[in-house]
Nanobody, 118 residues
Framework: QVQLVESGGGLVQPGGSLRLSCAASGIFFRIDTMGWYRQAPGKERELVAS???????NYADFVKGRFTISRDNVKNTVYLEMNNLKPEDTAVYFC????????????WGQGTQVTVSS
């Protein structure tokens, strides 16, 4: 079994910061791209940012300059540093990773709630 476990969500005021973490555990051989997605009530899930094993990153336009994605390949963990948070960033944030066990598959975490409100 492979599990992705997110942590770090919560309630923060506008302009504040949060750091999300997502750790992969279980038996597997390799992790390819890891990423963060979010889903607000009544909206579709959307990409926030992704990162390859070599560190190449991709960001949605709405987070450029505010969010930073990083990863620790030894700890099999991906992070999302979120600064200057806005009320419209309120959503459930999900981690996704492409992982090789007997084949390549996408795995999702259970999600962590981020609420930006005064």
């Amino acid at each position: 079994q492979v599990q992705l476990v997110e942590s770090g969500g919560g309630l923060v005021q506008p302009g504040g910061s949060l750091r999300l973490s997502c750790a992969a555990s279980g038996i597997f051989f390799r992790i390819d791209t890891m990423g963060w997605y979010r889903q607000a009530p009544g909206k579709e899930r959307e990409l926030v940012a992704s990162i390859t094993p070599g560190g190449s990153t991709n960001y949605a336009d709405f987070v450029k300059g505010r969010f930073t994605i990083s990863r620790d390949n030894v700890k099999n963990t991906v992070y999302l540093e979120m600064n200057n948070l806005k009320p419209e960033d309120t959503a459930v944030y999900f981690c996704k990773a492409t992982i090789f066990r007997s084949d390549w598959r996408e795995y999702w975490g259970q999600g962590t709630q981020v609420t930006v409100s005064s």
